[in-house]
Every structure is written in structure tokens, then in C-alpha cells.
């Protein structure tokens, strides 16, 4: 191994580190839908809405993007 490609190694890992870590998309835990948002109750406070089932609570799944099997 040179040193070049102990270079690019290590450019390699910044880049990743980088990266958002923990970035998830919010999951339903209802029905399963990806499609939930976030949800504004005056009363309640910061809660979520899904969209599929119209479930509404502070209980969220979060799933890892790179892992989504969506093929
Ligand atoms: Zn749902």
C-alpha cells in the first residue's frame, strides 16, 4: 500500500464522518407508512401525523435510510 492510497483511505473515512449521522425517515408505527409528518398540536406539543392512517401520537418508528427496502 502507498501512501496515496493511504491518503485516499483516510479522505475516504472524512467523508463519512461527514455525513448526517442518524439520519432515519419516520415510519408509522400504526400501519407502517413512511409517510408521516411532523404534527403541531397547541396542546399536546410536537407529535406525529401519519398520512396513511391518519394516526396521530408522540410514538414514531424511525427506520435507516440506506436500509429501506424500497425496491
Ligand atoms: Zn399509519
Known sequence: MTE?????IEKEMLEELK???GR???VCPVCGS???TYYMDLKMGY?????????VGVLVLEADVTSSPEK
Open 47 to 55: 407529535q406525529y401525523q401519519c398520512k396513511s392512517c391518519n394516526y
Open 4 to 8: 496515496d492510497d493511504i491518503e485516499a
Open 34 to 36: 413512511t409517510d408521516v
Open 19 to 21: 455525513r448526517p449521522q
Open 24 to 26: 432515519s425517515i419516520l
